[in-house]
């Protein structure tokens, strides 16, 4: 059972050692569309035993199979061929998308075309990347640096981007040589069944990609796999901690994406209409359900009521609806139990004194989805749980500073550092202020996002980067070998 436009081959089976095969339960994971709250999907749910198939899999792929020992630019074609098979499906990725978390279906055209683009940039790394450097040694003739695979790797996803967070996973492991297991959210497996047939139809090596859908259970027996050479998860700072807890008691690698509570910061020459702007219509992406979100915004106090009006206005004029129509700007959250979670977080900004200016409640006119409006509370205390705690909804937090310096210091004051954004005219004055916030990522004028540059951040944001060239360095290993003389 699949949404409509979305055809899958075997969505009661899991992809291991190159065949789609039984599960060895007969659990299915059921998937529910948050616009009609009625089950769309359903396919195969892997428990422990199916978890250790695709890790024996995975790693005889590893130590006995091509794949690793493949030079680059082969792996590079192989994956060219990976990709076309993708575009012919992003119709398809993006009806997924829709179907699962009630994504905006004018968006997600756009947004999985792109996706699917940006991977022929990291398949390109089989060319561009130094996979060997030599150079002459003081106490030998020549020095050989090389990176190789760092081994089998479990790619774990989260719900709000399935297929970009997954893609780039699995494209960044398979170039580096090494094979990978693909365990994506529950709520969201549909676009890993798309690449595992992607991955079929290019003649992947077996075991070189597999999918195991699971709950939480079977997904940490994942982790605590001592086949597993490297984890690269995306998530919670909580699942995150967790996960890295695990790694570090066997000494697995990982990569880490989590949590973030971004500051944007407004200076005194941006106009308050354009700022506004901005901000009101940057927290309704995805409905607010993106890691990067700037969810915090920091502002002159002499400036902090005008601006709250103003983005009252831009909230105030959102279309909320049915994410398949092309007029909608705000669909569903993505399940129930987040909507739970953005109530309850709306009631702690009641509760905290902060002012609810617009927003707050279910829209009158949807009733039924898992939906909420677009919600501004001004004069929040920065040390308050809305604005220190990852909301993941269309909440925006606005606080107001004494000066410039107050505004660096708040937008610090957080254990959070993925994502921000200062709102001024002056390229300069973006630069000098993004040196001074400790986040990974710093965009002048509102949630920039390059996908071929590094990602990743501070603080309980995560460790390790994806992305650009430097995502690659995370699934390889350096080794080093010293010679008193030049190889062929």
Same mark, same amino acid.
């Given at each position: 059972m ?9 969505p ?8 789609w095969?039984?599960?060895? $339960?007969?659990? *299915?994971?059921e998937v ?6 009625e089950?769309?999907? !359903?396919v195969?749910?892997?428990d /422990? ?10 790693r005889?792929?590893f130590d006995?199979g091509?794949?690793?020992?493949t030079?680059?630019l082969?792996r590079?074609?192989? &994956?060219?061929?990976?990709i076309?098979? +993708? ?5 398809? +990725?993006?009806a ?5 978390i ?20 990291i ?8 996979w060997?450097?030599r150079?002459p040694g003081m ?8 990176r ?11 719900w709000?981007?399935?297929f970009?967070?997954?893609? /780039? ?18 709520e969201?497996?549909l ?5 595992a047939?992607?991955?079929e ?9 597999n999918?195991?859908p ?9 982790v =605590? ?8 998860f ?7 901690? =967790?996960?890295?807890?695990v790694?570090?008691?066997k &000494?697995?690698r990982c990569? &880490? ?7 944007a ?11 506004a ?10 409905s607010g ?18 601006l709250?009006e ?13 994410p ?8 569903? +959250?993505?399940?129930?139990r *987040?909507l739970d !979670?953005?109530?309850?977080y ?6 905290? $004194?902060a002012?609810l200016?617009?927003g ?5 006119h949807?009733n039924k989805?898992?939906y ?8 929040v205390? /920065?040390?308050?749980?809305?604005a220190q ?5 269309p909440v925006?937090c +606005?606080?107001?500073?004494e ?5 660096i ?8 550092? &993925? ?6 005219s002056?390229?300069?004055a ?7 916030v400790?986040t990974?990522?710093?965009?002048q ?16 944001s995560g460790?390790?980067r ?5 995502g690659?360095?995370a699934?390889?290993?350096t080794k ?8 062929a």
């Amino acid at each position: 059972m699949t949404p409509q436009g979305v055809n899958i081959k075997h969505p009661d089976k899991l992809f291991i050692g190159g065949e789609w095969v039984q599960p060895h $339960g007969t659990a *299915q994971i059921e998937v529910v569309n948050p616009a009609s709250e009625e089950v769309i999907a !359903r396919v195969a749910h892997a428990d /422990n035993e199916d978890m250790d198939r695709a890790v024996a899999a995975a790693r005889a792929a590893f130590d006995n199979g091509p794949w690793p020992t493949t030079p680059p630019l082969e792996r590079q074609a192989k &994956l060219m061929q990976m990709i076309d098979e +993708l575009e012919k499906r992003v119709p398809e +990725l993006a009806a997924a998308w829709t179907a699962q978390i009630g994504g905006l279906a004018s968006a997600a055209g756009p947004m999985h075309g792109g996706s699917v683009m940006g991977l022929r940039g990291i398949a390109s790394l089989g060319e561009r990347f130094q996979w060997e450097e030599r150079r002459p040694g003081m106490a030998v003739d020549t020095v050989c640096i090389l990176r190789e695979p760092v081994g089998v790797v479990a790619a774990i996803a989260p719900w709000n981007g399935p297929f970009p967070i997954m893609a /780039n996973k699995v494209f960044y492991a398979l170039i580096a040589g090494c094979p990978v297991i693909m365990k994506p959210s529950p709520e969201t497996p549909l676009e890993a069944y798309i690449l595992a047939e992607a991955a079929e139809a290019a003649g992947l090596p077996p075991g070189t990609v597999n999918l195991v859908p699971s709950d939480r259970e079977a997904a940490d027996h994942l982790v =605590h796999s001592t086949g597993i050479d490297k984890v690269t998860f995306t998530g919670s700072s909580a699942a995150g901690m =967790h996960i890295a807890s695990v790694c570090g008691s066997k &000494l697995t690698r990982c990569t &880490l994406e989590l949590g973030g509570k971004s500051a944007a910061i407004i200076r005194d020459d941006f106009p308050i209409e354009a700022a506004a702007g901005i901000l009101g219509n940057t927290i309704t992406v995805m409905s607010g359900q993106v890691c990067a979100m700037l969810s915090r915004a920091i502002v002159p106090r002499a400036r902090h009521d005008e601006l709250a009006e103003a983005i009252a206005r831009v909230m105030q004029g959102v279309k909320i609806g049915h994410p398949e129509a092309a007029d909608t700007q705000l669909g569903p +959250l993505a399940m129930k139990r *987040q909507l739970d !979670r953005v109530e309850m977080y709306i009631e702690a900004g009641r509760q905290s $004194g902060a002012d609810l200016i617009t927003g707050g409640g279910r829209p009158a006119h949807m009733n039924k989805g898992y939906y909420i409006e677009p919600t501004l509370f001004a004069n929040v205390d /920065n040390r308050s749980k809305i604005a220190q705690e990852e909301i993941f909804g269309p909440v925006l937090c +606005l606080i107001p500073a004494e000066d410039e310096e107050d505004a660096i210091r708040i937008a610090n004051e957080s254990d959070f550092g &993925l994502n921000g954004s200062v709102l001024t005219s002056d390229p300069q004055a973006a630069y000098d202020i993004a040196r001074r916030v400790r986040t990974g990522v710093v965009g002048q004028n509102g949630m920039r996002m390059e996908w071929t540059a590094p990602f990743g951040g501070y603080k309980k944001s995560g460790i390790g980067r994806e992305g650009g060239d430097e995502g690659v360095w995370a699934y390889t290993e350096t080794k080093t070998i010293l010679l008193d003389g030049a190889p062929a």
